[in-house]
């Protein structure tokens, strides 16, 4: 499991979007979001660049 920070997250919305757009990508099993700590959790091995775009496509930055 691996754990990103992403910054812009402010509701169960915003959660919910990083969260759909994250398991949508291959290698990926399940995202956890805390919206608290402003974290992603990802089981699996996603490519960091698609990754990166896939949140970014969302409107929220992968720190």
């Known amino acids: ?23 949508a990508l291959s290698n990926v099993e399940e995202a956890t979001v805390n919206l608290e700590a402003k974290t992603v959790t990802i089981k ?3 490519d960091h660049a698609a990754l990166k775009a896939a949140i ?3 409107g929220y930055e992968l720190i």
């Open 1 to 23: 499991m691996q754990t990103y920070k992403v910054e812009g997250m402010t509701c169960q919305h915003c959660a919910k979007a990083v969260k759909e757009a994250v398991e």
């Open 56 to 58: 970014e496509e969302e």
């Open 44 to 46: 699996g091995n996603p």
